[in-house]
C-alpha cells in the first residue's frame, strides 16, 4: 500500500511538470512517507547498542547479581535499569566464562561510545518469564514447569546462546553498509569478539548435548543436539 501510494504521488507530481516549468513555480517536494530515510554510520553502528546493552546486563547479572549501573554506570546515559536481573547458579568455570563475557561487553559499550557516541540504555526485560516466553514460542509448546534460566549453568547456557548470536548476525549485515573505515574497522572488532562468544556457548552446550533440563529433555536434546536445526531455529528469527 505504501508503495502504490508513492507511485501514485509520483505520477501526480509529473502531470504538472511542463506548466510548472513554464511557470518557474518550485516543485513540491514528494510526500515525506515517500521518502527513505538513509541511516548514517552513526546511526547503525549506535543501533548496535541496543543488544550490546542486553548482553551487558544479562552476562552481569548472571554471573555477578548486579548490572551496569554498579560496574561502569556511566555508559547507561542515565538510562533505565534492567527488570529481572538476578545471580545465575552456575558452576565455578561456567560463571567465570561469563564474568569475561561481561567484560567484554561493557568494552564494546565503551568502544562505540568513544567512536561515534553514546545512547541512553533502553529499559531491558531480562527476566526469568521473558526467556520462558521465547523458549516456548521456539519450542511451539507452553512448558511446566516454566523455563528459568537462573536456574542452573546449562539453562544459563541455553538462555545465551540467542544474544552473541544475534550480534554477530547483526554485523555481518551492517558492516557491508558503513562507510567510514574506521567505523567499519570498530564494527568488524565487535563481530570477531560476538563470533567468539557464540563459539564458546556453542562448544559447551554440544558438551551437554545429551543431559536432560529438569523433566524435558527431549525438546532441548533435539535443540542443542542437531546442528541443522539449530542453525535454522535462529536463521528464522
Known amino acids: 500500500m505504501a508503495i502504490r501510494t508513492c507511485f501514485f504521488a509520483f505520477l501526480l507530481l509529473l502531470l504538472p511538470l511542463e506548466f510548472i516549468a513554464v511557470m518557474g513555480v518550485t516543485p513540491p517536494l514528494p510526500l515525506p512517507e515517500c521518502r527513505p530515510i538513509v541511516a548514517v554510520d552513526r546511526d547503525q553502528v549506535q543501533f548496535a547498542l541496543n543488544l550490546e546493552f542486553l548482553e551487558a546486563e544479562f552476562f552481569l547479572y548472571g554471573a555477578l547479581g548486579t548490572g551496569l549501573d554498579d560496574i561502569a554506570p556511566s555508559l547507561a546515559l542515565g538510562g533505565p535499569p534492567p527488570v529481572g536481573g538476578r545471580k545465575a547458579n552456575l558452576d565455578p568455570v561456567i560463571r567465570t ?14 568502544a562505540i561510545t568513544e567512536s561515534v557516541g553514546g545512547v ?69 572488532s565487535l563481530l570477531g569478539v560476538e563470533s567468539g562468544q557464540d563459539a564458546v556457548i556453542r562448544t559447551l552446550l554440544y558438551l551437554r548435548a545429551n543431559e536432560t533440563v529438569n523433566n524435558r529433555g527431549r525438546f532441548y536434546r533435539s535443540y542443542i543436539g542437531n546442528k541443522e536445526q539449530a542453525w535454522q531455529m535462529w536463521d528464522e528469527r
Do not use: K
Open 97 to 110: 566464562i561469563i564474568e569475561e563475557f561481561a567484560y567484554q561487553e561493557i568494552g564494546h559499550l565503551r
Open 120 to 188: 541512553p540504555r533502553p529499559r531491558l526485560n531480562i527476566s526469568a518469564g521473558a526467556f520462558a516466553t521465547l523458549l516456548d514460542q521456539e519450542m511451539n509448546t507452553t512448558l511446566s514447569p516454566p523455563f528459568n534460566p537462573y536456574t542452573n549453568s546449562l539453562n544459563y547456557l541455553l538462555a545465551s546462546y540467542v544474544i552473541p548470536y544475534v550480534g554477530l548476525v547483526g554485523y555481518v549485515g551492517t558492516i557491508p553498509n558503513l562507510v567510514g573505515r574506521t567505523n567499519r574497522a570498530l564494527a568488524a
